[in-house]
Structures are given as C-alpha cells and as structure tokens.
C-alpha cells in the first residue's frame, strides 16, 4: 500500500512541474496608470491573476491592512511583490498585461483602444479570448472607480463596478441564512452579526475568482449587468483577481487559497464528537459528564465550557468558586475519556474585570469615535472590547490564557461573540431582548488600534483569531500553515480565515426544521468562501419562541429533529452539538444535551452517528489533507463536481433549486441529504451525472443498491438513516483511499 502512495504522489509531482514549464510567465512586473487625480497599480499576482490597486491622490505606503499573501503560496517567479511595476503612463494608453492564462488591457469607453479602464481576458486553449468582466463604465455614468470623502480627513470612501451578464453565477461571499448558493441579484451588508459572516471572495461560473481585500464595511451589489464592491472607509482600493477553465472550481480554489491562505491539517482528535451546551456550570458537573461517557463508553474528543463560567467579562479565567481546580478537572476528564477541553471567552471586558484597570492603561481596549469609549453592554455591565488589532492586547489575551486555562490542560479556545464593533449583538441599547433579529441602528463606529469601525471593522474577528494562532504557534514552537495540535472555534471570520487553526461554525440558529434546512447553503457558501473548517451547532442553538417544542428535549417533535440534525453533522468537517435546551424534568442546572439524553429509542441512532464518524475518521483525514495540501474543498456544493457532466446540475444551481441549496458532496465519494421535514418515512434526492460511463454509479449506502446518474430517486430514509449515497467502494472510503 505504501508504495502505491508514493508513486501517485510523484506522479502527481511530474505533473505540476509539466504545467508549470507550460506557464505563460508575466510579460512584466506591471504596470501603473495615473489619470487625473487617480493612479492604479496592475500587478501579475498568483497563477492566472493580478493584483489591482488603485487611490486618489496620496500613494500607499504598502503597510495596509492586507489578507492575502504577498508572495502569494503559489505562482511564477517573476512576478511582481510590493509596490513593483515596470511601465508608468498617463491613462490615454492601450497596454497589455499577461500572466499565464490571463489578460489585463486598458480601454476607453465603449472598449475603444486608449483608454484608463480596465477589462480581464482569459486566454483560451485555442488561443481565443474570453472576457470575464470588465469595469463598468456604461455611457454617462459614475466611472467604475468611484471615490467620495464623507469626513474630513483623506480617508474616502469607493465604490467600484465590473460588468457581469444576466447569466453569470456567483458563490461565495461568507456566510448568510439565506438558502442562497447562487448569489447573483442579491446586496449584501458587509457588517457582522452574528449567523451574518458577509466576506468578499467569490468564484464566477464563467472561470474565475475575486477578492476585494478590504478591511472596511461596506456592500457587495450583484446586480444583472454590474457587480459593484462599496468600502466605507479606505486610504487605498485593493482587490485581486484569478481564472480557471470554467467549472474547474478546484483550481480556481487553488488559486484563490495560494492568495488568501491554505487550511492547515487539524489534530486526528479533532475530528471525533464534539460535546457541548448551554451550559455545563461547574466542575462537578464536567467531571460527573465525563464519567458518564466513560461508563457508557460513548467516544468523545471535546469536552467544551461555554460563556458565563467566569467571575466577570474579561477575567479570562474560571470563576474559581465553581472551578476550584481547572487541572485536576482537565486531567480527570483526560483520563477518563481521552477527550480534550475548551473554553469559551467573549472579547469584553466589564469594568468589575479583573484585567479591566491593566489594559486600559496600556490602551488594549477599543473606544468609540464619541462618548466615553463603552462599545456596549451586556447583562448588566458595561462594557469595552479588547482591541484585536493591537498587537500588545493580543499578547495579553493570549498570557491570560495561557495562565489561567492552556496551562492547566485547557487548550482549546471557543472565541465567541467575535463578530467585532459591539459584542456582535444588537445588545446596546436594545432592550437586553434575549431574541434579537436584527441590528436596529448602526454598530457603535468603535475604534481600534488599526482604525475606526468603519475602516477597518472586517479585520476585528480576523485579528482575533490570529490572537489565539499567536498563541498557539508560540506555545508548540510550531509555523503557521504546519498541523495544528489545539484548534479554536469562531463565530465570525473573514478573508483567508482558513489560514488559523480555527473552526468556523453558522452562529445561534433557532431550533426549528426552517434552519436546519438552511444551515446547508451557508455551509456551501463558507466552502465557495474559501472556508474548509466549518461547522455548526447540532439541534440547533436556540428555541424560536412562537414554536412551542422547539429545544425541548422531552417533546417528540423536537427529539426527532435533532436527530436528523445530528446525524446530518456526522457528514460536516467537524462534528459538534451544542445549544440552549428546554426540558419538562430538569436533572442538571440547565437541561441535557448529550447523546443519551433524547429518548430511549433515539439513543442507539445517535450512538451509531458518532460511531459511524469514527469510522470515516481515515476518509475525512484524507479531506482534510488534501485541502490543506491543494484548497480542495471538503463540503462541495454540486457544481464543483458536476457542473460539466450534468446539465441539470448547472442549470439548478442558476436557480437556486433546492436539490442544489440541499444536497451536497462531502469530499469526493459522499452525497448527503440531510432530512428536513418531520415524520418522513423517506426522501426524494437527485443524483448527479458524474463524468465517466459507469452505467450505475451510485451506492446508496444502508441498502447497497446501486443507481444510475441524472435522475430522480426516492430512497427510504426512516429517522435512522440519512439519505447518503456513495461512489466507488466502500472499502476504498473507510480506508481514506479515495484520491
Ligand atoms: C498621452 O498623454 C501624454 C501626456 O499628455 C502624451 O504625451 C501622449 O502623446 C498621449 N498618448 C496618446 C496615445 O494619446
Ligand atoms: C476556442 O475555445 C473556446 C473555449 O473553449 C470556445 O468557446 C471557442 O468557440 C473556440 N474558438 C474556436 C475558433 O475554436
Ligand atoms: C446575569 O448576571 C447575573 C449575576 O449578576 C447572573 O445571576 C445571571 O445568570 C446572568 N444572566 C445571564 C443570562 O447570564
Ligand atoms: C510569541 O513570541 C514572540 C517571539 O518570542 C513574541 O514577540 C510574541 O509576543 C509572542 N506572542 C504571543 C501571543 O505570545
Ligand atoms: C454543580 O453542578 C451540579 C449539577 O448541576 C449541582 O448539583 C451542584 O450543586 C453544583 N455545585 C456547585 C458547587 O455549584
Ligand atoms: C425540494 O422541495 C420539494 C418540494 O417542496 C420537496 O418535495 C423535496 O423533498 C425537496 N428536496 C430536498 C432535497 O430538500
Ligand atoms: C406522521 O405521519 C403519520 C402517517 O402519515 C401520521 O399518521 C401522523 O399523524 C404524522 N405525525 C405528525 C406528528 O405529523
Ligand atoms: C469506460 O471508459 C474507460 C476509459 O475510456 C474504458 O477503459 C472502459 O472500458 C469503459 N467502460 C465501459 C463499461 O464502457
Ligand atoms: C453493504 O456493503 C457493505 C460493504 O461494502 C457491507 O458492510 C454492508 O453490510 C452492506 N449492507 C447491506 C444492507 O447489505
């Protein structure tokens, strides 16, 4: 087996070093166009990319706030890094910038040759080219690049447009609850809250890839011939663009990941069960949970400790009256189950906080452009964020840690309430609602070492993670991009999130079959985004209130739709439960949340999911490594895989049909339909044609019949089965061989 192993892998290496004497290499370093007030800076950036920067009057310093590498991980040697260009010129020029597949050319309006706009070919094997967009610039209208000072200092304001035809289908842009996965017609807020995690990456169906690298809030328009990019707030205009043949997604996430960074592998633990709840409140309870798997002989991998555990926001420690001894509870739960711990933190700091006094003296906290600096409040405190962008805060949240839980055999960190501005809730203010649905007016324009809210706000979850990684790479004398050994778990992130040891995971959705149905697209849409470490809490996190067994553990109903969800995440990167539970009968201070705790009859078919997740464990390494290694994409919407083999595959996916928002691939084998309606006895799934011309190529996986692609099947699928289907052997799955 070994050595079958090694002469793929040097075949695989002969392969890139052919593609790579093939390249095209950049036919300069770039270029830099001046026009009137304005100057733009064209870089070859990546494979099949440029760089594009551009700014009214006062020049970059090349110091920005940046998420993406320069160098980027993977492209040719002779391009451009910095603030490099080889040709200068006023814009009335034509000029020409090609970088492996693609072309940059200036033209004037209408596409006359001479000219300051920009348009982006990509060359075809034939020699063709193809536009992918260019700027938008219909006659007597705002130009493209579209710059206005609001305030009165240098920083302004952008908005930029490119073309796109009614036909064009968009994926990406972070995370929404939406049912979306074709985001085309829609505008989306670039301003966090909370499920909201809006991020500008986003890959077209006409082959290529964009990213508008700004740290500002702002509006992503995708509208039917203009796609526009708003920042609120910005000192320089920087996006990036990269192609691929259409419908290789794989490559187009290649090239995008080479910029935005490469998921590192997670620990093999990682990938077990995941236990957690609102809330398990002492250590007592942890280690008596901890027993209780034992004795059960239930597996477990994390045990986690959520919110409210500490004296006071921003202590960053246990409330040493409920935990009295975190090493010994750590090491009690090792030992009895093998798993490891987490704890949550929340990114405030009340004023009764222990840290409060230091860092505000030391300006670790953030303020607000007016008022005494309080971003918000929450239960009672006031309270100021820790400042992530600040180098020093992030020194002294991560030794805070490391004292009061890493060092003590709780490793993992639950950064949650992440989103930045306020507490990433619409708390101020607001009534202290525990149901809030929407931000009622604007997030505090809070401000921070690297700027205020407005300009540079997308950075703050970002630059939290980075805290945590800091911390990490520091402890384990390990580099970032190497195997993780502890992981963190985010409710927001941004561009490139992927680079830290962190999970993503859909924020606090309610507990009814609505959002169960929607977390799918938003997991597609995380994917599309460039985030392989996603996840989300099983059952849902919360109860809707107008639905009366919603979260109740003791009703039927709600028994049965946590078991479809739990089973669902089985097939997720990470698999986790977590959530806020109602009971009739209460045994522990907030009601259960573990596998056993849903009905006699429900157990054994939780137990077979996580057992079954074991079992996977050597396929879903075998995802993991192969992102880490090319950005491949774990979860995979359908028309990664089939948007060239099957018409109806692209045509679906154009209209958001539901077969594409609900089924999925879970790495290269795997196609899973998560149920989500109640009392179904079974479910009508879609099988994709995939290339090739096995006549049956689909297993579906409780009964081993086989089926043909591009059809229709209805499978039963009892509460004990989610409809999953397999391509090739099951045996070439369970032993991770499947690339
Ligand atoms: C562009 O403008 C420059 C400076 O005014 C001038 O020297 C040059 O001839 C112009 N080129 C074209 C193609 O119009
Ligand atoms: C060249 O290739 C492109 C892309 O495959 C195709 O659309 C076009 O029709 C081809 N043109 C010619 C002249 O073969
Ligand atoms: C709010 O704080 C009080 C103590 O001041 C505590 O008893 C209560 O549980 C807290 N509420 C929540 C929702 O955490
Ligand atoms: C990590 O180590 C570097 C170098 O020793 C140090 O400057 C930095 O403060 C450390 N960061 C953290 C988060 O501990
Ligand atoms: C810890 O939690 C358990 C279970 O909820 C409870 O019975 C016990 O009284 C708690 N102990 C303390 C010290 O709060
Ligand atoms: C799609 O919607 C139809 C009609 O509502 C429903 O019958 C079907 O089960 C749904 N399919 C999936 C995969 O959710
Ligand atoms: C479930 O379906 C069965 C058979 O169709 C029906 O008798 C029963 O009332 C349904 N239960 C619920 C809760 O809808
Ligand atoms: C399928 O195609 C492959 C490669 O073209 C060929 O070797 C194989 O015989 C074909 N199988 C069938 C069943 O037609
Ligand atoms: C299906 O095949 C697998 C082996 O590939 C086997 O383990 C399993 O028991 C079979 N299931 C049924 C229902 O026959």
């Known amino acids: 087996m070994p050595s079958i192993g090694v002469a793929v892998c040097a075949l695989w290496v002969v392969g890139v070093v052919a593609a790579q004497q093939d390249y095209h290499q950049p036919t300069s370093k770039g270029f830099r166009m001046q026009h009137g007030f304005e100057t733009v800076l064209v870089q070859p950036f990546g ?41 200068a010129f006023i814009g009335n020029m034509s000029e020409e910038l090609r970088n492996g597949n693609m072309i ?63 036909d064009e289908q968009v994926y990406g842009t972070g995370t929404q609850q939406d049912h979306i996965v074709n985001k085309k017609g829609m505008t989306i807020d670039l301003v966090n809250f909370n499920t909201h995690i809006p991020t500008p990456v986003f890959m077209s169906n006409k082959g290529y890839g964009f990213v508008w690298n700004m740290a500002s809030t702002g509006r992503m328009e995708f509208g039917q011939l203009r796609n526009r990019f708003t920042a609120d707030a910005a000192t320089v205009v920087d996006y990036f ?19 935005t960074g490469r998921a590192p592998t997670p620990p093999d633990w990682s990938l077990g069960y995941i236990q957690s709840k609102l809330r398990y409140e002492n250590q007592t309870e942890v280690i008596l949970l901890a027993e209780e798997f034992q004795k059960r002989n239930v597996p477990v991998s994390l045990i986690v400790i959520d919110y409210q555990s500490w004296a006071a926001q921003g202590d960053w420690g246990l409330d040493p009256r409920l935990w009295p001894d975190v090493a010994e509870m750590a090491h009690k739960v090792k030992i009895l189950t093998k798993a490891e711990m987490m704890a949550s933190l929340w990114p405030s700091v009340a004023d009764n906080s222990l840290n409060y006094l230091e860092m505000m003296a030391q300006g670790f906290l953030s303020a607000t452009r007016s008022g005494p600096g309080t971003t918000d409040s929450w239960n009672g405190s006031y309270i100021r964020n820790y400042d992530s962008t600040n180098p020093g805060a ?97 409710r927001s992130g941004y561009i490139g999130s992927q680079r830290f040891c962190s999970m993503i995971w859909s924020g606090d959705t309610t507990a009814v079959w609505e959002t169960l149905g929607s977390q799918v697209a938003s997991g597609l849409s995380a994917a599309a985004t460039g985030w392989g470490w996603w996840t989300l809490d099983a059952g849902g996190f919360q109860a809707d209130p107008t639905v009366p067994w919603s979260a109740n553990i003791d009703t039927s109903e709600y028994r049965e739709l946590y078991v479809r969800w739990l089973q669902w995440t089985t097939f997720l990167p990470f698999m986790r439960t977590h959530g806020s539970r109602a009971c009739d009968v209460q045994t522990a201070y907030t009601c259960d949340n573990e596998p056993w705790s849903y009905g006699a009859t429900n157990t054994p078919i939780i137990l077979s999911y996580i057992h079954l997740r074991y079992q996977l464990a050597r396929y879903i390494q075998a995802l993991f490594s192969q992102l880490h290694r090319t950005g491949r994409m774990i979860m995979r919407p359908l028309y990664m895989d089939f948007e060239i083999s099957d018409a109806r595959v692209a045509e679906w996916t154009q209209k958001n049909n539901n077969v594409t928002t609900q089924q999925y691939m879970f790495g290269p084998r795997l196609l899973v339909t998560p149920v989500t309606v109640s009392n179904v006895t079974e479910w009508s799934v879609y099988l994709p044609q995939p290339a090739g011309n096995e006549t049956k190529p689909w297993t579906y996986w409780w009964t081993n019949e086989t089926y043909a692609g591009g059809q229709m099947v209805t499978v039963p699928a009892p509460v004990e089965h989610i409809p999953l289907f397999h391509l090739g052997s099951r045996s070439d799955i369970m032993n991770g061989n499947v690339f």
């Open 241 to 259: 663009i990269v192609a691929a043949t259409p419908g290789d997604y794989d490559t187009l996430q290649q090239r995008l990941s080479a910029l």
């Open 104 to 166: 940059v050319r200036t033209s004037g309006w209408g596409g006359n040759p001479g000219g300051y706009r920009l348009a982006f070919y990509r060359v075809e094997a034939n020699g063709t080219e193809t536009l992918l967009t260019n700027e938008y610039a219909p006659l007597k209208s705002i130009n493209p690049r579209y710059y206005s000072w609001a305030g009165p200092g240098s920083e302004f304001s952008a908005e930029f447009s490119f073309s796109t035809t009614p």
């Open 47 to 87: 494979y099949d990319g440029f760089r594009i920067r551009a700014w009214p009057f006062q020049p970059p310093t090349g110091q920005e706030i940046s998420f993406v590498y320069d160098p980027p991980l993977e492209g040719p040697e002779d391009e451009a890094h910095g603030m490099q260009f080889d040709t």
């Open 394 to 490: 992030r020194d002294f949240l991560w030794k805070t840690l490391k004292h009061n839980y890493f060092d003590k055999g709780i490793k993992n960190f639950w950064i949650d309430q992440a989103d930045g501005g306020s507490l990433g809730e619409a708390y101020e203010n607001n009534g202290q609602s525990d149901y809030i649905q929407s931000i009622p007016f604007p997030m505090p324009d809070a401000l921070y070492a690297a700027g205020s809210q407005r300009s540079v706000g997308k950075l703050y979850p970002w630059a939290h993670q980075q805290a945590i990684e800091e911390g990490y790479r520091n402890e384990t004398s390990t580099k970032m991009g190497s195997p993780c050994d502890y992981l963190s778990l985010s």
